[in-house]
Nanobody
Framework: QVQLIESGGGLVQAGGSLRLSCAAS????????MAWFRQAPGKEREFVSG????????YYADSVKGRFTISRDNAKKTVYLQMSSLKPEDTAVYCC?????????????????WGQGTQVTVSS
């Protein structure tokens, strides 16, 4: 079992920055690829970014490429999402997810564990 707890969300003006954190507890963190998803009101949950369990290769949705950076600190069992140049359309609940010994994929059903999410609101 893995527990994931997100933090760092909040209200920010367009063009601003936020850093989200996802702290994991439980099983071996390094066995998991980690990802961030987001869900805006009335929309499907969508993949934002992921980082592989081996080698640390990173992946980004086209909508955030060049603005968001994902990283992980295995010693702290934490994955981060640094978000810059935020836009109102980035407003959503952001959740982190863990996939056991598997590649980063964009499909949400491939992930084994989920956090509760943290709200990010970007005002125009």
């Amino acid at each position: 079992q893995v527990q994931l707890i997100e933090s760092g969300g909040g209200l920010v003006q367009a063009g601003g920055s936020l850093r989200l954190s996802c702290a994991a507890s439980g099983r071996t963190f390094t066995d998991y690829s980690m990802a961030w998803f987001r869900q805006a009101p009335g929309k499907e949950r969508e993949f934002v970014s992921g980082i592989a369990w081996t080698g640390g290769t990173t992946y980004y949705a086209d909508s955030v490429k060049g603005r968001f950076t994902i990283s992980r600190d295995n010693a702290k069992k934490t994955v981060y999402l640094q978000m810059s140049s935020l836009k109102p359309e980035d407003t959503a609940v952001y959740c982190c997810a863990a996939r056991y010994m598997g590649a980063v994929v964009t499909g949400r059903y491939s992930y084994n564990y989920w956090g509760q999410g943290t709200q990010v609101t970007v005002s125009s």
